[in-house]
C-alpha cells in the first residue's frame, strides 16, 4: 500500500471516530454535563464515571463530549464561512486575474501579514467574546490564505487545454469557473480544508482557554482546559483528556491534508 | 538591484496598508472609549471635553495621519487604563518577549537541523519513522497544552522548575534557565515542522546528479552529506525559518500569559480585556512590522543563498 493511502485512511478513520463524538455531544451525553455532585469531587476514572470526575463532582467524559461538540461546530462554521467566500474569490481572481485580482491579492498579503490568533484576539478585542464572534473572527480570517491557494490552482489549470477548449466551445465563463475548473482542484481545495480545519480547532482552544473566546454558557475544550488547569494537581486526568481529544482532531485532520498531498504527489 | 527595490516598495505599501488596518479596526469598529474612562454618570460636556481632549473629533484622515506620523515618532498615544505613554509601558516588558522568542527560535534550529539530517541519512530508517510519527503528534499539539503539560512534568512531577517567574536582575542565567521551559512549549510544534522540510529538502537534493557526482569523485558519504547537500538544502528551511519569527511571536503570547511571564503578549492580554485600544493597537502594529520584515527578510535570504534566482 502506498505510504499517501495509509496517511489518509487512518486520518479519516480517526476523524470519522472523534467527529461522531462530537457530534452525540451535541445532543446526548451520559451524564448532565453541568449537574453538580458533592460525593464525586475529584473522582478518579472508573466504569461509572469513565475520565472521572471535576472539583464539582462532574463527570468529565460528559462535559469532554460537550466541549468538543462546541469545538467542532465552531471549526465547522468557520470553514463554511471562510471557506466558501475564500472559494469565490480566490477562484474568480484566478480565473479572471487583471488588476481586480492584483488588488485583491494585496488586501490578502495585508490581513496575511498578521499572525491569524494576533487577528482573531484583536477581532474579538472589538466585538467582544461570544461563540457567534469567534465564528466571525476565525471565518474572516480563514478567507486570504484559502482564497490564495485557490486563486493559485485556478491560475495553473486555466492555461490547461480543456478549459481552453470549453472557451472556444462558447461556454459561459462562471460555468467554466465553478462547474469545469472546480471538481479538478478539488485535491488543493480538500487539503487547505483540512489546514483551515486544524488551524480554527487551535485557534479557538487558544482564545477560549486565554478567556477570550466563548463565554461560559457554551464551554469549548479551551475553556475547560483553562479550568482543568486550576486543579492539575488533583486531577490531571481532566487536563489529559481535554488536550488528547483536541490532538487527535487535529492529528485527524492534518493526516487526511497529508495523505491527499502525498497522492498528488505521487500524480504529478 | 531592481528586484530588491521592488521588494523594499512592497514592503512599505503592505506596511501603509497594515496600518490603514490597525487604524481602521480600532477606530471606526469599537465603542466609544469615553465611556470606559469616565463612567456610566458622565455629562454630554464632560464626554465632549475628552472626545476633544483625545482628537476623537477630527476627520479620519486627519486622525490616521496625525497617528502614523507620531508612531513613526515612537509616539504611540496613552494608554486609557493607566494614563501614562503606550511605549513607556511596552518598553520594560520588550526584553521577556524578545529573549522567549529568541530562546525558542535558537532551540528550533539546535533541535531540528541534525535531527532532520539523521533522518534524511537514512531514509526509512528506524530514526526516519520515528521522527516521522513523533512529528506528526506534535504538530498537533496546539503550545497551550504543551505548556500546561511542561509546567505539570517539569514543576509538578520532576520538581525541576520553579513557576514563578525569574527576570534578568536576579542573574542572567537563572533567566534564561527559567525561559527554557516556556520556549520548549513554543519550539516543539515548529521543531516538528522544520525537521520534515529539511528531512523532505535534503531528500530530494540526494536525487540529483551533483552528488552522484560527488560521490564517484570518492568523497565519503557523510561529508558529501554535510558538505554538498546540505547548503543547497538549506535554501528552503531559512526561507521557512524567517517565516516562522511570527508563529512563535503568536504562539509566545499564549505561552506569556500561561506561564505568567510580564512581556508583550501578556499586555496584550490583559489590554484586550481591559478594552485598552492604544496599547493593542501598538502591540498589534508592532507583530506586523516584525512579520512583514521577516518576510522580506526570507525573500532576501533566498536570494542570497540561491543566486539561481537572484537575477528574477
Known amino acids: ?268 | 538591484m531592481t528586484a530588491f527595490c521592488k521588494r523594499l516598495a512592497l514592503l512599505l505599501v503592505t506596511m501603509l496598508l497594515v496600518t490603514a488596518l490597525a487604524f481602521a479596526a480600532f477606530t471606526v469598529i469599537p465603542a466609544d472609549p469615553t465611556a470606559s474612562i469616565l463612567g456610566m454618570n458622565a455629562t454630554e460636556e464632560q464626554i465632549a471635553a475628552l472626545r476633544a481632549k483625545l482628537g476623537l473629533d477630527l476627520p479620519l484622515w486627519q486622525r490616521y495621519t496625525t497617528w502614523l506620523t507620531d508612531f513613526v515618532r515612537g509616539n504611540f498615544g496613552t494608554s486609557y487604563r493607566f494614563s501614562m505613554p503606550v511605549e513607556d509601558l511596552l518598553g520594560p516588558r520588550v526584553e521577556a518577549t524578545l529573549a522567549l522568542t529568541g530562546l525558542s527560535f535558537l532551540l528550533i534550529v539546535a533541535v531540528s537541523l541534525p535531527i532532520g539530517l539523521l533522518a534524511a541519512h537514512r531514509e526509512n530508517g528506524l530514526i526516519d519513522r520515528l521522527v516521522t510519527v513523533f512529528g506528526q503528534v506534535a504538530m498537533s499539539i496546539p503550545n497551550f497544552i504543551l505548556g500546561i503539560g511542561v509546567i505539570w512534568l517539569f514543576a509538578l512531577i520532576l520538581g525541576v522548575f520553579q513557576q514563578k517567574y525569574v527576570p534578568p536582575e536576579d542573574g542572567i542565567w537563572a533567566h534564561i534557565r527559567y525561559l527554557l521551559f516556556p520556549a520548549l512549549a513554543v519550539a516543539l510544534p515548529k521543531t516538528a515542522m522544520t525537521v520534515r522540510l529539511l528531512r523532505g529538502s535534503v531528500l530530494g537534493e540526494l536525487r540529483q546528479d551533483y552528488v552522484r557526482t560527488a560521490y564517484s569523485k570518492g568523497n565519503a558519504p557523510r561529508m558529501v552529506l554535510v558538505f554538498h547537500v546540505l547548503r543547497n538544502a538549506m535554501i528552503p528551511v531559512v526561507t521557512f525559518l524567517a517565516m516562522t519569527i511570527p508563529d512563535i511571536m503568536a504562539a509566545s503570547i499564549v505561552i506569556e500569559q500561561l506561564f505568567g511571564i510580564p512581556g508583550l503578549g501578556q499586555m496584550l492580554i490583559s489590554s484586550i480585556g481591559n478594552r485598552d485600544y492604544p496599547v493593542v493597537q501598538a502591540i498589534v502594529v508592532i507583530a506586523a512590522f516584525v512579520v512583514v520584515a521577516c518576510s522580506f527578510l526570507a525573500d532576501l535570504l533566498y536570494r542570497l543563498m540561491d543566486p539561481r534566482i537572484g537575477g528574477r
Not at chain 1, 452525540?24 to 475529584?42: E, H, I, K, M, N
Not at chain 1, 480566490?90 to 496575511?112: E, P, S
Not at chain 1, 486555466?158 to 469557473?177: F, M, P, Q, S, T
Not at chain 1, 472546480?182 to 487539503?191: F, K
Open chain 1, 1 to 268: 500500500m502506498k505510504k499517501g493511502n495509509w496517511y489518509l485512511y487512518l486520518g479519516c478513520a480517526l476523524t470519522a471516530v472523534m467527529v461522531l463524538f462530537c457530534l452525540v455531544g451535541c445532543f446526548w451525553t451520559p451524564y448532565d454535563p453541568s449537574a453538580l455532585s458533592s460525593t464525586d469531587r475529584y473522582a478518579a476514572p472508573s466504569l461509572t464515571h469513565l475520565f472521572g470526575c471535576d472539583s464539582l463532582g462532574r463527570d468529565i467524559f460528559s462535559r469532554v463530549m460537550q466541549g468538543a461538540g462546541t469545538t467542532l461546530s465552531i471549526a465547522f462554521s468557520v470553514l463554511l464561512l471562510g471557506g466558501t467566500a475564500g472559494l469565490v474569490i480566490g477562484a474568480l481572481c484566478g480565473y479572471v486575474g487583471g488588476a481586480a485580482d492584483a488588488l485583491v491579492m494585496r488586501l490578502c498579503d495585508a490581513i496575511a501579514a498578521f499572525p491569524s490568533i494576533l487577528l482573531a484576539l484583536v477581532i474579538l478585542a472589538v466585538t467582544g467574546p461570544g461563540k457567534r464572534n469567534v465564528i466571525l473572527a476565525l471565518g474572516v480570517l480563514f478567507i486570504p490564505s484559502f482564497a490564495r491557494l485557490v486563486r493559485g490552482e485556478f491560475l495553473r489549470q486555466r492555461e490547461l487545454d480543456y478549459v481552453k477548449a470549453a472557451r472556444l466551445a462558447g461556454v459561459h465563463g462562471l460555468r467554466i469557473v465553478f462547474v469545469h475548473i472546480l471538481p479538478n482542484t478539488l485535491p488543493v481545495i480538500l487539503s487547505g480544508i483540512t489546514i483551515g480545519f486544524n488551524n480554527a480547532v487551535l485557534a479557538e482552544a487558544s482564545m477560549s482557554y486565554l478567556g477570550i473566546g466563548v463565554t461560559p454558557q457554551d464551554p469549548s475544550l479551551g475553556y475547560m482546559l483553562s479550568e482543568a488547569q486550576g486543579f492539575l494537581m488533583r486531577a490531571p486526568w481532566y487536563t489529559g483528556f481535554l488536550a488528547g481529544t483536541v490532538i487527535l482532531l487535529v492529528l485527524g485532520a492534518g493526516l487526511i491534508g497529508e495523505g491527499i498531498r502525498a497522492r498528488m504527489g505521487d500524480g504529478a
